[in-house]
């Protein structure tokens, strides 16, 4: 019992760490951003959800009463949290018009005006990051960025995050027209790096590949799983690209929180059930519901952008999760088979996998249920 108790402490550790500290909900956007000698204009197409997010939650002040009121403060927000850098200068900007007139969708023009013609640029952002979800559960906001001068589009699919600041040098001696670049290392750089974030610091899917590893006792067992899982959510991404399949968040993200409570209950009530071709089913379902969750408004940020440039990015993406996933599926499989092994005897093996299976998904169920509400509450 005191080595089953002391495990105990390590899962609330290693499972109930992220949902103190790392996860986080989306709200993604695009960012066009057009260089001129004189100014630096902005057009930022965002989701009304970020808006009404940002009045609802943000320290905004007096709280706008009318959508057309909340629209416009939300500009001023952008013109806080987005920021302008020209050769190292912060640039002060404003709001030189809103358009609402897209369903689900506002966007904003911004103005910056530059002494001279800058030779670089770097765009930072923290919007919606001083808001919480959930308890310790942050909200950030991602953009899909085009970048160009002088009217003349440079590059498209760059990615702007909190983490990942944007930025890029103006060549105002060549001022031939080219075709749109995609630098395609780079684009795949980030891609990759943003599907690893997306996992790591997601608690969602932190917390349902926990669940299903849990149970896990072989090797094959855990390839089974985690390839059906795969497989699900790589047939709804895809579905999501095409834009045959979508679902509003509202339907996905309490789908995903149930998806956790559901798997590790299983995993209390019977955990030698919850094994074989029922886990893969569970495992195949839900996944279905977390590749709409990956793709979430990012597929909406990329429209307007060829079809080179979306495949890579969501090519990319779709690999920087699965890498993100065996970040964490393989230390969790291996650290609990060489635990079982060296904690406990041949003989009390099976008694010792029940107990830690038991006291990890009453971890697991307890953050979910706090996901769940949340998710509900949005």
């Known amino acids: 019992m005191k080595t089953i108790r002391r495990l105990l402490f390590l899962l609330i550790g290693a499972v109930g760490m992220p949902v103190i500290a790392l996860a986080h909900p989306v709200a993604q956007g695009a960012l066009s951003i057009d260089v001129n000698t004189n100014a630096v204009f902005l057009s930022v197409r965002v989701s009304s959800e970020e808006a009404l997010v940002a009045n609802t939650f943000a320290a905004t002040g007096a709280k706008a009463q009318s959508l057309s009121e909340i629209w416009q403060q939300h500009g001023d927000y952008l013109l806080q949290h987005l920021k302008i850098f020209a050769d190292d200068h912060r640039l002060a900007g404003t709001v030189a018009g809103v358009d609402s007139s897209q369903p689900n969708f506002i966007v904003y023009k911004f103005n910056f005006p530059v002494a001279s013609a800058p030779h670089q640029l770097r765009v930072e952002q923290n919007v919606l990051n001083e808001i919480e979800f959930a308890p310790g559960n942050p909200w950030e906001a991602t953009y899909v960025v085009t970048t160009g001068q002088k009217g003349q589009t440079l590059q498209q699919g760059l990615l702007l995050s909190r983490t990942q600041p944007l930025e890029f040098a103006c060549d105002w001696q060549n001022t031939a027209e ?3 670049a ?16 997306h996992i790591l610091t997601g608690y969602d899917h932190l917390l349902f590949v926990c669940a299903l590893v849990l149970t896990a006792v072989t090797l094959l067992d855990l390839i089974k799983v985690i390839t059906a899982f795969t497989v699900a959510h790589t047939i709804t991404l895809v579905l999501s690209v095409l834009n045959i399949v979508r679902l509003p968040s509202h339907i996905v993200e309490p789908m995903i929180a149930g998806s956790i409570v559901f798997v590790a209950l299983t995993n209390i009530i019977s955990p030698r059930r919850a094994r074989g071709n029922l886990r893969i089913a569970t495992a195949f379902f ?22 080179l440039t979306v495949g890579l990015a969501i090519g990319a993406f779709s690999l920087g999760v ?6 964490v599926v393989l230390p969790v499989f291996f650290g609990l088979k060489f635990a079982r092994v060296k904690l406990a005897s041949e003989a009390g093996q099976e008694q010792f996998s029940l107990g830690v299976v038991r006291a990890g998904s009453f971890v697991i169920t307890i953050a979910g249920t706090v996901y769940l509400i949340a998710a509900l509450r949005g």
């Open 182 to 197: 995609v630098n395609k290392s780079h684009l795949i750089y980030q891609y990759i790096r943003y599907g690893i974030n």
């Open 322 to 327: 699965e890498i993100g996933h065996q970040m």
């Open 178 to 180: 080219a075709p749109p």
């Open 286 to 307: 839900f996944g279905l519901f977390h590749g709409l969750g990956f793709a979430g408004g990012l597929l909406d940020a990329m429209s307007g952008l060829s079809g």
